[in-house]
């Protein structure tokens, strides 16, 4: 089985400032691990994606998550962040990207950006 | 822009009642996957369809059902239905080739409350 932990349903930060958002994953196989973004009222946007390649993943607007095998997390970070990050935030995993491609999500963290 | 489609954007229904909802895909996208998002939690994956049959399910009854058509259109039907069915639906479309983590494209999903 595979699940997904998200530290933190709100985060928030000034403008500018670094953004963390925390995601542990379980996952009896070698995973594929997700980060997605949720704008209101939109689906969700592939940021990034981490599939056994470098440890270290840049997505888009800036965004990038390394993959830690021993603490069985893949933080997102961005150095500094901009009132249009201002969204819901999910980590997802799928340890069967083949034939049978499924995402786990975890509960979702919301950015807060302050001015 | 992900080029899928879903509609209706909202939609109320009774308790006991049947749902049919509907996506339009990207063209060529020979997957498409849909999932099912409560208030304040992740997406939680209902099936997949590729090419036209069922490629997977998740902790869903029997009552959510699918169907997928050659011109990239799909539907999810959803019978007898309960309170707990209020949420929003997603699908997500994607072009399967050989293994590996294909990227997934969402929709804005379907609104759905059950009164």
């Known amino acids: 089985a595979q699940s997904v932990t998200q530290l933190g349903s709100h985060v928030s930060v000034s403008e500018g400032a670094l953004v963390l958002l925390r995601c542990n994953y379980s996952s009896s196989v070698p995973p594929y691990l997700f980060w997605y973004v949720q704008y209101p009222n939109q689906g969700l946007q592939l940021l990034l994606k981490?599939?056994?390649?470098?440890?270290l993943v840049k997505g888009i607007n800036g965004f990038e998550a390394e993959f830690k095998k021993s603490e069985t997390s893949f933080h997102l970070t961005k150095p500094s962040a901009h009132m249009s990050d201002a969204a819901e935030y999910f980590c997802?995993?799928?340890?069967?990207?083949?034939?049978?491609?499924?995402?786990?999500f975890g509960k979702g963290t919301l950015l807060t950006v302050n001015p | 822009e992900t080029g899928v489609t879903q509609s209706p954007t909202h939609l109320i229904k009774t308790r006991g009642q049947q749902v049919t909802l509907r996506c339009s895909s990207q063209?060529?996208?020979?997957?498409v996957s849909w999932y099912q998002q409560a208030l304040g939690q992740g997406p939680q994956f209902i099936f997949q369809?590729?090419?036209?049959?069922?490629?997977g399910r998740g902790n869903f009854p029997p009552r959510f059902s699918g169907l997928q058509f050659p011109n990239y259109s799909s539907e999810l039907n959803v019978n007898a239905l309960e309170l707990d069915d209020s949420a929003l639906y997603l699908c997500?479309?994607?072009?399967?080739?050989?293994?590996?983590?294909?990227?997934?494209?969402f929709g804005s999903g379907t609104q759905l409350s059950v009164l």
């Open positions: 369809y590729y090419r036209e049959e069922e490629n």
């Open positions: 997802a995993v799928s340890n069967s990207g083949g034939s049978n491609y499924k995402l786990t």
């Open positions: 981490y599939t056994s390649a470098a440890t």
């Open positions: 063209s060529g996208h020979n997957t």
């Open positions: 997500a479309s994607s072009i399967k080739v050989g293994t590996g983590a294909e990227k997934l494209f």
